[in-house]
C-alpha cells in the first residue's frame, strides 16, 4: 500500500515494484477514482472497487482515498508514504503536465490527457490541503502495525527500491 501527496513518486515507485516483484499494479486515479475524459467516478462506486482490488491475491496499489485507508490497511504487507517536500511535488506536478501535455498517463483513466488549463486549481490544491492531507497520512503511518517505510524523497525511493 503506497499513499502521499500528489507529486510524491506513488505511481512510479508502485510501477517499479510491480515490475521487481512481479506483483500486478493498482492506480487509485486510475481504476477508482476518474472514468474517462476526466469524469469522477461516484462516491458510492468506489469502495466496492478498492475492495475487490484488495481481495485479489496479491498487489501494489497505490493512491490517495482515505475513506479506504482501513480497508487496504488491513490486507497489506506493507505500508509506504512517499513524503517529498512540497515544492519537489509542485515541480513534479507542473514538469509531467508539460511533458505529458495532451497524453494520458498510464495511471489515469483512458482519456484524462494532461493540461495546463487547470494547473493554477491544482497548485492551489496542493496547497490548500497540504496539513489536512499530512495529517491523515500521520495517523495513517502511526497505527499501522504492519511493516512500513517513510520514503522522504527521491533518493530514498532509489535506495529502497535497490533493497528490494
Same mark, same amino acid.
Request: positive net charge.
Given at each position: 500500500?503506497?499513499? #502521499?501527496?500528489? #507529486?510524491? #513518486? %506513488?505511481?512510479? &515507485?508502485?510501477?517499479?515494484?510491480?515490475? @521487481? &516483484?512481479?506483483?500486478?499494479?493498482?492506480?487509485?486515479?486510475?481504476?477508482?477514482? =476518474?472514468?474517462?475524459? =476526466?469524469?469522477?467516478?461516484? @462516491?458510492?462506486? %468506489?469502495? $466496492?472497487?478498492?475492495?475487490?482490488?484488495?481481495?485479489?491475491?496479491?498487489?501494489?496499489?497505490? #493512491?490517495?482515498?482515505?475513506?479506504?485507508?482501513?480497508?487496504? +490497511?488491513?490486507?497489506?504487507?506493507?505500508?509506504?508514504?512517499?513524503?517529498?517536500? +512540497?515544492?519537489?511535488?509542485?515541480?513534479?506536478?507542473? =514538469?509531467?503536465?508539460?511533458?505529458?501535455?495532451? @497524453?494520458?498517463?498510464?495511471?489515469?483513466?483512458?482519456?484524462? $490527457?494532461?493540461? &495546463?488549463?487547470?494547473? $493554477?486549481?491544482?497548485?492551489?490544491?496542493?496547497?490548500?490541503?497540504?496539513?489536512?492531507?499530512?495529517? %491523515? &497520512?500521520?495517523? +495513517?503511518?502511526?497505527?499501522?502495525?504492519?511493516?512500513?517505510? %517513510? +520514503?522522504?524523497?527521491?533518493?530514498?525511493?532509489?535506495?529502497?527500491? @535497490?533493497?528490494?
Amino acid at each position: 500500500m503506497i499513499v #502521499g501527496g500528489s #507529486g510524491s #513518486g %506513488k505511481s512510479t &515507485l508502485a510501477r517499479a515494484i510491480g515490475t @521487481k &516483484l512481479e506483483l500486478p499494479v493498482y492506480h487509485m486515479d486510475r481504476e477508482v477514482h =476518474w472514468l474517462p475524459g =476526466w469524469v469522477e467516478r461516484d @462516491k458510492a462506486e %468506489k469502495a $466496492p472497487i478498492v475492495e475487490v482490488i484488495v481481495a485479489r491475491e496479491s498487489w501494489v496499489f497505490e #493512491g490517495g482515498h482515505s475513506s479506504t485507508y482501513d480497508v487496504r +490497511l488491513n490486507r497489506a504487507d506493507l505500508l509506504i508514504w512517499t513524503d517529498a517536500p +512540497l515544492w519537489v511535488r509542485l515541480w513534479r506536478v507542473t =514538469w509531467r503536465s508539460v511533458r505529458d501535455l495532451g @497524453k494520458s498517463r498510464p495511471d489515469l483513466a483512458d482519456h484524462c $490527457p494532461e493540461t &495546463l488549463r487547470n494547473l $493554477p486549481e491544482f497548485w492551489r490544491f496542493l496547497w490548500v490541503n497540504r496539513r489536512r492531507i499530512d495529517a %491523515k &497520512l500521520e495517523v +495513517l503511518f502511526a497505527r499501522a502495525t504492519i511493516p512500513k517505510r %517513510k +520514503l522522504s524523497g527521491f533518493a530514498e525511493i532509489d535506495a529502497f527500491l @535497490k533493497e528490494l
